[in-house]
């Protein structure tokens, strides 16, 4: 008899008697288990998962922020596989409050008491992992139990590309001043603005995100050779393989992506002056802008941007204004018809979180702006080939 490390109730909203318990002994899904075939959110490499007896199972390596998964089936019991150490995960059923899994490390768990009727879950990865790579290895049902067909993936696709603005930075937090592991464990990329604009539009989406990223140099010049350029065709940010999804065609592509003059240039770094930076800033654009239309053509390109009429910089107005030109003129190159540059609000931003990140109140500040702007132009989730 196995003896289980831990056993809790889901949620108090959960139906009476469901438990949640993780075995760290790995001996929980049978062999003759059956994996379910999630719907996934996110750039995942998929793999077959271990130990390969169990046919049909598969890993799912993840490192870039937001991914969920959703499966559908029917019985009392649903079974889960991790091998990831560093993230906080959350899991949903049938519309319970969601149960905290952070950091689950090398286990099984299993959820019983569910019932025996029909049953949805979904699984959220909530923190930022850019440095190592998880991987989750499904969901499962006992063999006595029946797999169904995944949900069908949303009408809507919004993908967004960005820096710790995105990714949640340290959103939990009580304290501007954090050390680096409380930044891991006090992110949360479901509270950032961008999951709650795809939330409230019922969208499917990617938050392609890094915290500090830039799209050619990054804030303090740190990490150079990974900016954004670089790493954004990556199913993983840490591997060289490229992405592809032939599903995944977003009608709109949020982009955020200011990093690259946040601070100044620093003595050896291969920019001679701000102007040279600027250049290779829209070369890295025009290459960015190429590879979205080549994966959806026809997506609506949006590039919120700073409201400086009050500024009184007139260097910083012309950078703008010769940036965003730039930006459109190579958008059109492309091919791209449709982009915009929305200001953003004019809100004073708490920025309360780690480092003097945005609070969640700023978060739903954003949410709320986007989402208005996005559903006053319904025009954006229709294809320009299909009418």
């Known amino acids: 008899m196995l003896i289980w490390a831990v056993g809790v109730m889901l949620a108090a909203s959960a139906p009476a008697g469901v438990t949640l318990t ?17 719907h996934v959110g996110g750039r995942v ?7 390969s007896a169990r046919k049909g199972a598969r890993g799912y390596r993840h490192q870039w922020p937001a991914i969920y998964w959703e499966a559908a089936f029917t019985g009392d019991q649903l079974l889960l596989k991790f091998d990831d150490d560093k993230n906080e995960y959350r899991l ?14 090398r286990v099984e768990m299993i ?12 699984l959220d990865k909530i923190t930022e992992s ?12 006992p063999r006595s139990e029946a797999v169904r067909p995944p949900p069908l993936p949303r009408a809507r696709q919004i993908e967004f ?11 939990r937090s009580d304290t501007r001043t954090c050390t680096k592991e409380e930044v891991r464990l006090r992110t949360d990329s479901s509270a950032a603005w961008p999951a709650m604009v795809a939330r409230s539009i019922d969208a499917d989406y990617q938050i392609n995100a890094i915290s500090g990223i830039g799209l050619v140099r990054n804030f303090e010049a740190v990490m150079p050779g990974r900016a954004m350029s670089t790493l954004y065709p990556r199913v993983l940010p840490g591997a060289p393989q490229e992405w592809r999804d032939p599903a995944w065609h977003p009608m709109v592509v949020v982009i955020v992506l200011f990093n690259d003059f ?8 291969r920019w001679s002056d701000r102007a040279a930076l600027v250049g290779d800033y829209v070369r890295a654009y025009r290459q960015l802008i190429d590879a979205i239309h080549r994966q959806s053509p026809g997506a609506t390109l949006v590039l919120p941007w700073i409201d400086l009429d009050k500024s009184d910089d007139a260097a910083l107005k012309q950078f ?12 059109i190159d492309a091919g791209v018809t449709r982009i915009e540059f929305p200001l953003l609000p004019s809100f004073v931003p708490e920025n309360s979180a780690c480092d003097y990140h945005g609070s969640r109140n700023d978060h739903r500040q954003l949410a709320e702006w986007m989402t208005a702007w996005l559903n006053a132009r319904p025009a954006v989730w229709k294809r320009p080939d299909r009418r």
């Open 22 to 38: 993780t075995d760290p002994t790995n001996r929980s899904i049978r062999q003759d288990a059956r994996p379910l075939v999630p």
């Open 45 to 51: 490499a998929v793999s077959p998962s271990v130990p």
């Open 92 to 105: 949903t059923v049938d519309g319970a409050a969601p149960r905290r899994l952070p950091q689950p490390g």
């Open 111 to 122: 959820v019983r008491g569910l019932g025996p009727g029909r049953h949805r879950a979904r």
């Open 130 to 141: 850019v440095d190592s790579a998880g991987t989750f290895h499904g969901f499962f049902v």
């Open 161 to 171: 590309i960005g820096d710790s603005g995105m990714t949640g930075y340290g959103i």
């Open 262 to 269: 946040g601070t100044a240039l620093h003595p050896g770094e």
């Open 320 to 331: 703008s204004a010769g940036a965003q030109a730039a930006i459109r003129s190579a958008a």
